[in-house]
């Protein structure tokens, strides 16, 4: 199950303390059950893979065309559709639901949502340019980008130039973020730290990548209480 990933709603950001007196920063995000939709074979497209359906639409916002596949399926609608490449697709049939449970025995997941928008922004602001002299024959350009291209040869802008134009509301992936808890009963999972987007903007948390051996908070915590437990050896 781990292979799949589900689609939350950033609800905000709150603390989490630990018997230690530790507190820890987490956000807190709404997850939505997800819906096997359809069961994609490698003998139809030459992979094998499950489509999920993410939540709730009106009827009347349907497509002739998806009001049709819908019904053809016999489920109901869903807001949004995404496809899963998996390694074996026997454990899944169309019409199963789950949820938080796919991520009982994950320590780490990968965050991706789109981050926040801040409009059009200058070269200092967008790119942390250190901006021209405050003086000494610096007029009215003390937050330019400075020079922009070169003169006859080659004669024009290299593409990628970091220039003043639009900021944020790119999609970004964070790797490798601690789920510190996770309430089955409200459909809650507790995230260390922040993550890209504003309040109410869409997440998708899957299983990290990265095969990494960190530990989590309470497995210091419970490594840190068995060294203060087991006595130091004396000296010889």
Known sequence: MSELALIGKKIGMTREFYKTGQ????????????????????NSR????????????KNSKLTKAMKGFYSKKNTEA??????????????????????????QDIKFVDVRSKTIGKGFAGSMKRHNFGGLRATHGVSVSHRSHGSTGQRQDPGKVFKGKKMA???????????????????????LLYLKGSIPGSKNSEI???????????????????????ARKTPDKKKK
């Open 46 to 57: 030459g992979y094998k893979a499950v489509q999920l359906g993410f939540g709730k639409i």
């Open 204 to 226: 998708l948390v899957k299983k990290a990548v990265k095969n990494i051996k960190k530990l989590t908070i309470n497995e210091k915590i419970s490594a840190a209480e068995q």
């Open 165 to 187: 134009g639009h900021m944020g509301d790119k999609l970004r992936t964070i790797q490798n973020i601690e789920i510190i808890k996770s309430d089955l009963e409200n459909d």
């Open 78 to 103: 869903k807001k949004k559709l995404k496809e899963f490449r998996v390694v074996s697709t026997e454990n899944y049939k169309e019409g199963n639901e789950f949820g938080l449970e796919i991520f």
């Open 23 to 42: 507190s820890v920063p987490v956000t807190v995000v709404k997850m939505e059950k997800a819906r096997v939709i359809n069961v994609i074979e490698e």
